[in-house]
């Protein structure tokens, strides 16, 4: 494990924490966890995207909010629903934060999961003619992202201006960005997929699947086919690979009254999403040794690079502090993490 970040849904609304705890409140709390963390050596802040929900929703703006109080930690999503997009207006505000982060943005990018609203993209403008779900359009609007931040020329110029024959491609733009971006795949073919793309993989919450193995192990084989895949197609750079877990060192009394007594929670989870059987990960609440043994033993974190530990915004700014502060002090390390002296994986996105 070279780097472990923290992923917010980033929910309001009626919580544990006294008094009213509205989107102001969620999305300021989120710059403060974001300063913290990059205070503490964390490496990534990530946030979901949800629409019409009491959820995170416009990363952008709350992205460039962390970025512009903070010096190290990587900026970014898991996942953006492409179905709400405008691909080249995404591409533009992408590339105007990398530059102004100094290249620290990663987005986590893809269909998206199921919704509140029914067909909730077709209220943003966008009609999916072939696919009720909208993933063709989401894969559509994703290649013009892609090909957008990767300089390609993208509308004829005026010849007025530029004379016949002359395309733009968008500004501003940003080296290397095409390299931090990362599609969610819930599934292993579509992780085979995100490796033709060229894009890095972030494995789901949840998978799409149900073979009857464990969350760990179906999680694994997507990985392995994924950068079989990847080897297949000859991009010629390493490409990033996550997985997000909920993961709580159990240090504290009141640790042990969120978390350590949760019937059930240390299984596998199978249910029905969008449709299909599909499989859920445990949640990992123990003592620090006893989580270090048990995350070791994960097969699909023994294959990542960055784990994504999602946080339980609503339990404010010092507490999830705590929960990240606890698993980089008592169980990183033990994993592989190793923090450095201007932040754990300083340049590391941009090198790989």
């Known amino acids: 494990m070279k780097a472990f970040g923290f992923l917010s849904f980033g929910h309001y609304g009626t919580g544990p924490i006294s008094g009213d705890f509205g989107a102001r409140e969620a999305l300021q709390q989120a710059v403060e966890i974001g300063v913290g963390a990059d205070e503490i050596g964390v490496n990534g802040a990530y946030f979901r995207v949800h629409h019409f929900a009491k959820q995170a929703a416009a990363p952008i703006p709350l992205l460039s909010a962390i970025a512009a109080r903070t010096r190290h ?3 970014g999503t898991g996942v953006i629903d492409m179905r709400y997009e405008n691909p080249l207006h995404l591409a533009e505000e992408a590339a105007a934060l990398d530059l102004l982060s100094d290249g620290r943005v990663a987005l986590g990018i893809s269909r998206g999961s199921p919704e ?6 077709e209220a943003f403008g966008y009609e999916d003619t072939v696919d009720g779900k909208g993933a063709e359009i989401a894969r559509t609007k994703f290649a013009r992202f892609l090909s957008a931040i990767r300089g390609r020329e993208m509308v004829d110029a005026d010849p007025a201006q530029f004379g016949p024959g002359v395309r733009l491609p ?7 960005l095409d390299r931090r971006i990362w599609w969610g795949a819930g599934s292993r073919a579509t992780a085979e997929w995100a490796a033709e793309q060229g894009v890095n993989l972030m494995s789901s919450t ?13 999680q694994r084989e997507q990985i392995d086919r994924y950068r079989q895949a990847w080897a297949a197609a000859g991009h010629g750079w390493t490409p990033r690979v996550s997985v997000s877990r909920s993961v709580f060192p159990i240090t504290t009394d009141l640790d042990d009254l969120y978390f350590g007594r949760r019937s059930g929670a240390d299984s596998d989870q199978i249910g029905i999403i969008d449709g299909l059987r ?5 949640t990992y609440a123990a003592e620090p040794d006893r989580l270090i043994d048990e995350l070791r033993a ?7 690079d960055t784990l994504m530990l999602t946080v339980p915004n609503q339990l404010g700014v010092d507490y999830n502090l705590h929960i990240l502060e606890s698993f980089a002090e008592h169980v990183a ?12 994986v300083e340049g590391y996105a ?3």
């Not at 390390?333 to 754990?344: D, I, R, S």
């Open 298 to 304: 994960d097969p699909a974190i023994e294959a990542a």
């Open 73 to 75: 930690i990587e900026v």
């Open 350 to 352: 941009l090198d790989h």
């Open 206 to 218: 949840l998978l799409t699947e149900a073979t009857g193995v464990t969350f760990g192990e179906l």
């Open 170 to 176: 968008i500004e501003p733009r940003s080296a290397g």
């Open 333 to 344: 390390p033990a994993l592989g993490w190793k923090p450095g002296p201007e932040g754990p």
């Open 116 to 121: 509140p609203a029914l067909r909730g993209w």
């Open 278 to 282: 599909s499989t859920f990960g445990r």
